[in-house]
C-alpha cells in the first residue's frame, strides 16, 4: 500500500471509527495508509485527530471492557474517601520527604483504613507483598500480627482470589458481549460443553467388556479429523 503524507480532515472520522473498533495504533494508521511515523506526528500535532482516537478508545473500552486493567478494576470498587486517600498517597510515594507525608495521612485515619489500603496495594501492585507494605508504611511483623490477632483482615486477605475471579469472570462477559470469536469458543466448549459444544468427546474403555470409570479422549486415541467427527455424530444421536 502506498504512504499517504498529505493531511485530510476525513482521517479524524475515520481515525474516531476504527479506534471505537478496538484497532491499535499501528492498525490505523496502515488502514489510513501512512506511515506510524506519519500517524504519531498528526496524533500529537493535530489536537481533533487525538481526541477522535481518545474519545474512540474510551466508546470501546466502555462497550467491550476489553482493555479495563485489574488495577482500574480494583480502584474503582474502593470506597470514595479510600479513593482520596490512595490519590493522596501516590502523589507523595517515592518524593523526597514523602514517606512522612504518607504516615501522617494514614496515622489520623486509624488502623483500618491503612488495612484497606494495604490490600488494595497489594491486588493493584501485581500481588508484590513487599511493594504493598512499602506503601502503606508498615513491617511484615504488623502484617502477621495483623493477620494472626484480626479476623476480620484476615477474611478480607481470603477474599483476595475470590475477587480476582471476579475480575477474570467479569473480562470474559465482556469479550463475549463484544463478539470476540475466541472467547465465544471457549465459553462454549467449557461453560456449554454438556450441550455438545466440547470436542473432546469422553467415551468408556474397556477391553474385557466390563463397565469402569477409566475414560479416554477421543483426541488422545490420535484418529483422523473426519473419524472423530464420525464418533461424535454418532455418539450425540445416541444421546
Known amino acids: 500500500m502506498s504512504r499517504r503524507t498529505v493531511w485530510r480532515d476525513e482521517f479524524i472520522i475515520e481515525a474516531y471509527n476504527l479506534a471505537r ?48 486493567s485489574f488495577r482500574d478494576y480494583v480502584y474503582k470498587r474502593l470506597p470514595r474517601e479510600l479513593r482520596l486517600i490512595w490519590n493522596r498517597i501516590n502523589k507523595l510515594d517515592k518524593r523526597k520527604g514523602g514517606l512522612e507525608k504518607i504516615e501522617a495521612i494514614l496515622d489520623r485515619k486509624g488502623k483500618r483504613v491503612r488495612q484497606q489500603l494495604f490490600l488494595h496495594a497489594w491486588i493493584s501492585g501485581n500481588f508484590s507483598i513487599s511493594e504493598a507494605l512499602r506503601k ?29 475471579k471476579n475480575f477474570f469472570e467479569d473480562a470474559l462477559s465482556g469479550l463475549v458481549a463484544g463478539g470476540d470469536t475466541s472467547a465465544i469458543i471457549f465459553v462454549n466448549r467449557t461453560f456449554n460443553r454438556d450441550r455438545g459444544y466440547n470436542e473432546k468427546v469422553e467415551v468408556d474403555m474397556n477391553l474385557s ?27 450425540r444421536k445416541k444421546k
Open 209 to 235: 467388556g466390563e463397565i469402569d470409570q477409566n475414560v479416554m479422549s477421543v483426541d488422545m486415541m490420535k484418529l483422523p479429523l473426519q473419524t472423530r467427527k464420525e464418533i461424535l455424530k454418532s455418539l
Open 136 to 164: 502503606v508504611n508498615i513491617s511484615r511483623t504488623t502484617l502477621r500480627r495483623w493477620k494472626k490477632d484480626d479476623p476480620g483482615f484476615a477474611e478480607l486477605v481470603k477474599q483476595i482470589p475470590w475477587f480476582k
Open 21 to 68: 473498533g478496538g484497532m491499535k495504533e499501528r492498525k490505523i494508521a496502515e488502514i489510513l495508509g501512512v506511515s506510524f511515523h506519519t500517524f504519531l506526528i498528526w496524533e500529537n500535532k493535530k489536537n481533533p485527530f487525538r481526541l477522535s482516537i481518545q474519545k474512540g478508545r474510551k466508546e470501546y473500552r466502555g462497550k467491550n471492557n476489553k482493555t479495563a
